[in-house]
């Protein structure tokens, strides 16, 4: 018996996490083809494109013409990304201080513990 059920569908951003994980695979500027044979052709050469443009308007990516089209090249690692993502979020916040002050309680005692030494060696080193 044929299986008729619908492919699954997709968690909101999973399709862009693979794209950009993707771009990092890539040895330097890629195209949208590369990135799409990269995940295996399923997805579509516009949807592809799509998703580029919008991390592109996110400022995740960078594009460079290439040809007739365009070379795309993620802007920073997983780190960098999660960062960006965190301050977006606090940019959209009214009340900053206390957007911060909830984060840094809810911290597990060791990050707080890494939070503390990040800060103070960012403070060191605007000192030079």
Same mark, same amino acid.
Do not use: C, N
């Given at each position: ?14 399709? +862009?996490?693979?794209?950009? =994980?993707?771009?990092?695979?890539? +040895? ?47 802007? =920073? ?24 002050? =909830? ?8 990050? +707080?513990?890494?939070?503390? +030494? ?11």
């Amino acid at each position: 018996m044929a299986d008729h059920r619908r492919p699954r569908r997709r968690g909101q951003g999973e399709l +862009e996490v693979q794209v950009l =994980s993707a771009l990092r695979e890539a +040895e330097g500027p890629a195209t949208a083809g590369w990135v799409q044979e990269r995940l295996g052709g399923d997805l579509a050469y516009t949807t592809v494109i799509t998703i580029l443009t919008r991390l592109l308007a996110k400022g995740v990516v960078t594009r460079e013409r290439a040809g007739r089209s365009f070379a795309w090249t993620p802007v =920073s690692d997983q780190a960098g990304l999660a960062a960006h993502k965190m301050r977006r979020l606090l940019d959209g916040e009214s009340d900053r201080e206390a957007v911060l002050a =909830s984060f840094v309680t809810s911290l597990a005692p060791d990050d +707080e513990r890494l939070l503390r +030494e990040l800060l103070e060696q960012a403070k060191d080193e605007g000192d030079d």
